[in-house]
T-cell receptor, first 112, second 118 residues
Framework: GEDVEQSLFLSVREGDSSVINCTYT??????LYWYKQEPGAGLQLLTY?????DMKQDQRLTVLLNKKDKHLSLRIADTQTGDSAIYFC????????????FGTGTQLKVEL | ETGVTQTPRHLVMGMTNKKSLKCEQH?????MYWYKQSAKKPLELMFV???????ENNSVPSRFSPECPNSSHLFLHLHTLQPEDSALYLC?????????????????FGPGTRLTVL
């Protein structure tokens, strides 16, 4: 079945790196997404990675995918207070139309 | 600016009221979606429309009634809701529906309508 799990909270100091983790159970994913949700706002697409890739880097963001362990991570370098938000990973399955399975979200708090 | 707008942003309604949520996308997309976001739960897909035709109804109770008059507009009509229906309702759109790759399948979200049912 489809299940995507994330830890609920992460707290880091400004300037440090943040690593947000996600695990999924269905191995037939085609690509995986990271979305960011700021308070009172909708979901903002951050990045995505094809399931046949191991890593993708986009400025301060690095996505790592371990297909064997079904583990996805988002690393934010030099974390800033503006990065405080809820981060969702989502999985798009092969043959699933455009249905995404979302995790519960990880609340990132950046402290000064 | 995501290109997807939703109105109203906040709505409080009684269990016997009838109200509608509106979503409009300015991205030239062909597919639109309704999601429900409840506290500490994953986003739940409710409905999918592709070229104005409903392609997915994720076992949503009939007190939620979607309407898609054209590819740019999506409505969610609400009637006789329950307090447990209180949630953030998110609309999203994409150029296509899962056949062409992430450049066209990626969903873009609106800011949501915060619904409270008393």
């Amino acid at each position: 079945g489809e299940d995507v799990e994330q830890s609920l909270f992460l707290s880091v100091r400004e300037g440090d790196s943040s690593v947000i983790n996600c695990t999924y159970t269905d191995s037939s994913s085609t690509y995986l997404y990271w979305y960011k949700q700021e308070p009172g706002a909708g979901l903002q697409l951050l990045t995505y990675i094809f399931s046949n890739m191991d890593m993708k880097q986009d400025q301060r963001l690095t996505v790592l995918l371990n297909k064997k362990d079904k583990h996805l991570s988002l690393r934010i370098a030099d974390t800033q207070t503006g990065d405080s938000a809820i981060y969702f990973c989502a999985e798009k399955l092969r043959g699933g139309g455009n249905k995404l399975t979302f995790g519960t979200g990880t609340q990132l708090k950046v402290e000064l | 600016e995501t290109g997807v707008t939703q109105t109203p942003r906040h709505l409080v309604m009684g269990m016997t009221n009838k109200k509608s949520l509106k979503c409009e996308q300015h991205l030239g997309h062909n597919a639109m979606y309704w999601y429900k976001q409840s506290a500490k739960k994953p986003l739940e897909l409710m409905f999918v429309y592709n070229f104005k035709e409903q392609t997915e109804n994720n076992s949503v109770p009939s007190r939620f009634s979607p309407e898609c008059p054209n590819s740019s507009h999506l409505f969610l009509h609400l009637h006789t809701l329950q307090p447990e229906d209180s949630a953030l309702y998110l609309c999203a759109s994409s150029q296509a529906t899962g056949t062409s790759g992430p450049s066209t399948d990626t969903q873009y979200f609106g800011p949501g309508t915060r619904l409270t049912v008393l």
